[in-house]
């Protein structure tokens, strides 16, 4: 199948903002990225077709004028949809960022990401879901990793646990 932006009538971003319904059909047939914009949904279908990277890990950065972080950012979506808000830079480990989306009130996706360079996308180093009770013990972790090495060891204690 080649991948195609499509309409996403029920995106959750797409509720407060008609233009974000869009998303991309992968080749597995599955839409990710909705609740983003038709040209942003193009700029994904580029990268989605050049299929040099896993289309899981891939966020797209968007921009959202009515919404304040505080200096934080940028907003970014996720391929299941979820905005997902740039926190800061990490402290140690050189073009990573921490960052954090809330799926659910009982949940929030912690991670660190790095920007690709063109079109505005961003990609995964590392994520997790944690319980919200658990949220700043993870972003605490996340933090205090001191290679990226640990990334991946940080990742599986969050997940598995939902605490770092």
Do not use: F
Request: with cysteine; net charge negative; proline share 9%.
């Amino acid at each position: 199948m080649t991948p195609e932006v499509v309409a996403v009538p029920d995106a959750p971003l797409g509720a407060a903002d008609a233009t974000r319904r869009w998303g991309v059909r992968c080749p597995d047939a599955k839409v990710r990225w909705p609740g983003v914009t038709r040209p942003e949904a193009a700029a994904l279908l580029e990268r989605v077709t050049a299929g040099a990277l896993v289309p899981d890990e891939l966020l797209i950065q968007v921009d959202l004028g009515v919404v304040l972080s505080d200096g934080a950012g940028p907003y970014l979506v996720d391929a299941d949809g979820l905005l997902v808000l740039v926190v800061d830079a990490h402290p140690v480990l050189a073009g990573l960022h921490i960052a954090m989306g809330q799926p659910g009130p009982e949940s929030a996706r912690i991670g660190a990401v790095r920007p690709l360079g063109t079109a505005a996308c961003w990609s995964w180093a590392c994520r997790a879901d944690v319980a919200a009770a658990a949220r700043i013990a993870a972003l605490d972790a996340l933090v205090g990793a001191d290679r990226e090495g640990a990334l991946p060891a940080w990742a599986v204690r969050a997940n598995s646990a939902g605490i770092p």
